[in-house]
């Protein structure tokens, strides 16, 4: 066993630095959470007195809270869906184009957005959704008078579900044409045989051979349930949009780092990691047992 | 393919390329209209009267954001970021890829080493564990926050890694016959081997580092040492201010641009390299989802 150790002792040393840097700084957090059962003091660190489960009771009996699980809950359902539906049909109708060049090209322009920082997106979206921005002077075109976007507490939520398909579907567009080109065209040629038109086939040949595809993208965006886009909402809301827009993260954010409560904000984030673990579990369970896929 | 030339069929096709055409020319619509706002004169701007042409045509705003040092010194931090972000990424990248490239029999523990990275993609300590420890070790306003902690991209890793499995065994056995060194082995043969894979891998770390705009806004005090989306995300409320402490006359300054405009031509700036290697991205992030969907 020694003698086997020495031979390998090179490989082992190439890992050493990765293995240090990844205990440093996901491991050592992962202790880091048990703050959230202390109070924590900067000068005693991860060994600040315990205070059992005072943080997480404190934190539930803030109404504001309770209000930041629906909102994520509501925001991360829709664009979940969302972000399902849309690509799926884009893909759908971009492989009915016969011309590769074209759907290349239609494919390059929606694939854009997704390589964008929030930041940048974000500073977009306010320009062309203010009040002089670009879609309020088209819509004053039709007489509409403007619309409060990102200032409207009804609104909000549905500017950040829209923006957030609207940025990132490209991806999803490429991933389910890949899928879509590995089909073999002879199933539809044997259709068409049978008198299966266009609409039969997409419906009986195309979506079922979609589906483990839409199950992956959809379990592995189950576990993101939680984390309804904190890089959008963080650089598009403000306080009037608090009651329908702030998040768990945002919450998590403005707590624990500018306010510096660091015990209530480690509490957030573990009531976070558990029920993501959960739905990780969950999802990974259910797409085993409905549509046979195993991911891991 | 048979192909189906019914009216319906037809019909179809023809409303299918408008949809096309309408949703993917939606999607960089908004970029055409930040360009034409950034080059417009800022009573045309506050009119309304800017749609996808600049109106009064003027490159005042991007003078004002590449005069003085906010927007240089930002730029040069993400560009200091980007190089060594992406060298420590790659260099770890190979060094950990290689040996978890081998079977168990050959690196002993190798399945755990395995789980060890793995688990971090699934699970993190949060928020404030994880800003806590960047606190601890002392890398607050150090450019080396904004790299360490990320430096092992774990979903990277797996891609490279498949890639390495992927390869014929045959070459590195008649290199081990010649009596090479694992060491020797991978900087010799494997590493020409590995540039489409290091491509790929290179571009996605490009990419995030340059994007990446949160990390520098805690872990940084000190707004000089900001990198770019940073920066960018502290002008997205108060240009007028940026404007203002100028030291340039505000009232001759607004004649020509206003907030909109100038920020609109730093954004456009922030977000042109993405553009610039756009191509790149398109090809190698495909490749990407092919080589990551081998599985291990």
């Known amino acids: 066993m020694l003698h086997k150790l020495r031979q390998q002792k090179a490989y082992h040393l190439m890992l050493i630095p990765s293995v240090l840097l990844v205990f440093i700084f996901s491991y050592i957090p992962f202790y880091g959470l048990v703050i959230a059962f202390q109070k924590y003091n900067p000068g005693l660190g991860f060994h600040s007195p315990w205070v059992g489960w005072d943080n997480f009771q404190h934190v539930f009996n803030q109404p504001n809270f309770v209000r930041t699980i629906w909102n994520t809950l509501y925001m991360s359902f829709f664009k979940i869906i969302g972000g399902i539906i849309v690509p799926v049909t884009f893909a759908i109708l971009l492989n009915e184009v016969a011309h590769s060049a074209v759907k290349r090209t239609f494919q ?29 002077s088209f819509l004053s075109v039709f007489g509409i008078k ?53 609409w039969k086939q997409t419906l009986h040949i195309t979506l079922p051979l979609l589906m483990p595809t839409i199950v992956l993208m959809s379990v592995l965006s189950l576990g993101n349930v939680l984390n309804a886009g904190f890089d959008q909402i963080y650089n598009l809301y403000s306080p009037i949009v608090y009651q329908s827009g702030d998040i768990i993260d945002t919450y998590v954010y403005r707590l624990g780092i500018q306010q510096a409560q660091y015990s209530v904000g480690a509490a957030v984030g573990l009531f976070k990691s558990v029920v993501s673990c959960i739905m990780i579990v969950l999802s990974y369970v259910l797409a085993n047992k409905v549509a046979g896929y195993r991911i891991f | 393919m048979v192909q189906d030339r019914s009216l319906s069929r037809r019909a179809f096709l023809v409303f299918n390329y408008i949809f096309l055409l309408l949703t993917s020319v939606l999607c960089i619509l908004p970029f055409v209209n930040l360009l034409a706002v950034s080059f ?133 056995e008649s290199a081990v016959i010649d009596g090479a060194g694992p060491l020797q082995v ?111």
């Not at chain 2, 300054?253 to 042109?272: H, I």
């Open chain 2, 186 to 296: 991978l900087v010799r043969i494997l590493l020409p081997l590995l540039k489409p894979a290091l491509a790929t891998v290179g571009l996605f770390s490009i990419v995030g580092h340059w994007n990446s705009w949160f990390d520098g806004i805690i872990y940084m005090n000190d707004m000089s040492k900001y990198p770019i989306q940073s920066y960018l995300q502290t002008l997205l409320l108060n240009f007028d201010e940026i404007m203002m402490k100028s030291g340039t006359d505000y009232t001759e300054l607004l004649s020509k641009m206003n907030a909109r405009t100038g920020r609109a031509a730093e954004l456009f700036l922030g977000a042109l390299p993405i553009l610039a290697v756009y191509p790149f991205l398109q090809k190698y992030f495909t490749t990407g989802l092919v080589l990551g969907s081998v599985k291990g």
């Open chain 1, 146 to 198: 403007p619309v409060s976007f990102l200032g409207s507490p009804s609104i909000f939520p549905w500017t950040m579900i829209v923006s957030d398909i609207w940025k990132g579907f490209g991806f999803g567009t490429v991933v389910y044409l890949a899928a879509l080109t590995s089909i073999d065209p002879g199933l539809y040629e044997a259709a068409l045989i049978d008198g299966a038109k266009r």
């Open chain 1, 108 to 136: 390059t322009l929606v694939y854009i957005p997704n390589f964008l920082s929030w930041v940048i997106m974000a500073g977009i979206l306010l320009d062309i959704l203010g009040s002089d921005g670009i879609i309020n």
């Open chain 2, 40 to 172: 417009s004169g800022s009573a045309a701007v506050s009119a309304g009267e800017v749609a996808f042409w600049p109106v009064d045509f003027t490159t005042k705003a991007y003078e004002f954001a590449l005069s003085g040092d906010r927007f240089i010194t930002a730029l040069w931090v993400s560009v200091e970021r980007v190089i060594l972000g992406t060298a420590v990424n790659l260099i770890l990248l190979v060094l950990t890829a290689y040996p978890l490239s081998k079977t168990k029999s050959k690196v002993m523990g190798r399945n755990l080493y395995m789980a060890f990275f793995m688990i971090t993609m699934l699970f993190n300590g949060g928020l404030i564990p994880t800003y806590l420890v960047v606190v601890k070790t002392g890398l607050i306003n150090s450019i080396w926050a904004l790299i360490l902690p990320g430096a092992l991209p774990v979903f990277s890793m797996i891609i490279l890694m498949n890639f390495i499995r992927g390869l014929p065994e045959e070459i590195e």
